[in-house]
């Protein structure tokens, strides 16, 4: 879940840096599955501001959702329940089927919509497939034990390979597929992750804590350990208020809670809790930061 997914980072860095000194306190909206909760036939898309407040219910459409993508006006999701990918507008509204056929449990997704691709993980299947953003020409581009946890960052594809079992991998390739290689071993059992600033930040299910190292691997960091089975799950990065968002157990049946904290660990909080098991999370810029963006972009124009 993952980056601010479908945005590229340094559109992400120009909007923080026209907020500075801006007023507003919410410069974001988390968009998150919610499953199993209050009931285990439940699940929906939600989404939430950074501050907290202006939850919404964007989607009923039970406990399938596994990965999940924001890009443009459009939320995309896998979901396994059902085996295909769909798309709706940011409201919910426009549901349809992307990709229908050909998949066995979709997991992690992400979108590139600057070259108007699909990128999704068949944990069955053993592999990472890729398609148009409509579905067109969609195949395999590479395999891999699961495909979970998918994020683009600096012309790569990450993602994590462990979804059952006690142990796994983050590894990464070109976005054609080729050269895959192993990023980080050894370190428990990766579930989500999220890149910004040149770190892998990942949660663990297992180890149950939220890390994060450098690109090559090194420096691993614990920056919160969350306690004995309250098994992180999705994870983002809010790069303007510089955050990082996952969502955890309460140790309460299914119920979970979204967290924040700083990124270097520091302030830890629970952004909201009464929620379902939180497997996506996913930042977008508020429609005030886009706003900011358009007005400083015209005036950089203006002075070159």
Known sequence: MQRARGFRWAFAASVAAVLVGSSFSSAGVIYFSDAYYPTTSDGFIRSVNTDGSGLQTILSIGGGVRGMDVAGNRIFWSDVDNDVIQRSYLDGSGV????????????????????????WGDALLGRIDSSDMDGG????????????????????????????GDSGDIMR????????????TGEGRPSDIALFGGKVYWTDYVLDRVRRANLDGTGVEDLYIVGANW??????????EQKVYWAQSTG??????????????SEQETLLSGI?????????PEPTALALLAVGALALRRRS
């Open 96 to 119: 349809e089927t992307v990709v229908g056929s050909g998949l066995s449990f979709p997991m992690g997704l992400a979108t590139d919509a600057a070259h108007n691709r699909l990128y």
């Open 137 to 164: 020409g969609a195949g395999p581009l590479l395999t891999t034990p699961f495909g979970n946890g998918l994020e683009l960052y600096g012309g790569k594809l990450y993602w994590t390979t462990a979804v059952m």
């Open 173 to 184: 390739a070109n976005l054609d597929g080729s050269d895959p290689e192993v990023v980080l």
């Open 231 to 240: 098994n992180p799950g999705g994870i983002t990065i809010d790069p303007v």
């Open 252 to 265: 309460v049946g299914y119920e979970s809670a979204l967290m924040r904290m700083n990124l270097d660990g």
């Open 276 to 284: 379902g098991i939180g497997v996506s999370l996913c930042w977008v």
